[in-house]
């Protein structure tokens, strides 16, 4: 299978919409480990509450609202399979690990997860900074399925089992 083949097929099937939040990891400050959480406060134009980002302590803040990152489920688990990279357990640094819904397709859209409401804002994909916090063959087993960088558009809750689907 090539990279552009796994990258179509990450989420089993390429066009699936609806799926479920399968884990959240939030870090407190730049470069720290990522902790699981059962459950966070998703704030419009701010990010998560506790997370790096919020209070623009993140590697890449900007100024510019970085909101959430989402990573499918089924590309850790190909990472894994295809590159023997593990980025489980919140090792990918992204924010909500989903499970069934093709986050590539929701660049410039607006999707809820739980009670929040937010827009696709562009791929996410991996770099060396990630390569440097994890292990070497990180960046080329995410190429084009490292997730999706997300604003937040309406404030709400979002924990482990809810709902990730088009609005």
């Given at each position: 299978?090539t990279e552009t083949d796994a990258a179509?097929?990450?989420?089993?099937?390429?066009?699936?919409?609806?799926?479920?939040?399968e884990a959240i990891h939030i870090a407190?400050?730049?470069?720290?480990?990522?902790?699981?959480?059962?459950?966070?406060?998703?704030?419009?134009?701010?990010?998560?509450?506790?997370?790096?980002?919020?209070?623009?302590?993140?590697?890449?803040?900007?100024?510019?609202?970085?909101?959430?990152?989402?990573?499918?489920?089924?590309?850790?688990?190909?990472?894994?399979?295809?590159?023997?990279?593990?980025?489980?357990?919140?090792?990918?640094?992204r924010n909500v690990t989903t499970r069934?819904?093709?986050?590539?397709?929701?660049?410039?859209?607006?999707?809820?997860?739980?009670?929040?409401?937010?827009?696709?804002?562009?791929?996410?994909?991996?770099?060396?900074?990630?390569?440097?916090?994890?292990?070497?063959?990180?960046?080329?087993?995410?190429?084009?399925?490292?997730?999706?960088?997300?604003?937040?558009?309406?404030?709400?809750?979002?924990?482990?089992?809810?709902?990730?689907?088009?609005?």
């Open positions: 299978m179509d097929a990450v989420a089993g099937d390429a066009t699936a919409t609806t799926g479920t939040v407190p400050e730049s470069g720290e480990p990522v902790a699981p959480v059962e459950r966070v406060e998703a704030i419009a134009e701010a990010g998560l509450r506790g997370d790096r980002y919020f209070d623009d302590g993140g590697t890449f803040s900007d100024g510019t609202p970085r909101g959430i990152t989402l990573i499918e489920a089924e590309a850790i688990e190909a990472a894994a399979s295809d590159y023997g990279v593990d980025v489980s357990d919140g090792r990918h640094r069934g819904v093709a986050l590539n397709h929701l660049v410039d859209e607006e999707f809820r997860v739980g009670d929040a409401i937010c827009r696709g804002v562009e791929l996410c994909e991996p770099c060396s900074y990630l390569e440097g916090l994890t292990e070497d063959g990180v960046a080329r087993s995410l190429v084009h399925r490292g997730g999706l960088r997300a604003t937040i558009v309406e404030s709400g809750e979002l924990a482990v089992g809810d709902t990730v689907a088009p609005e």
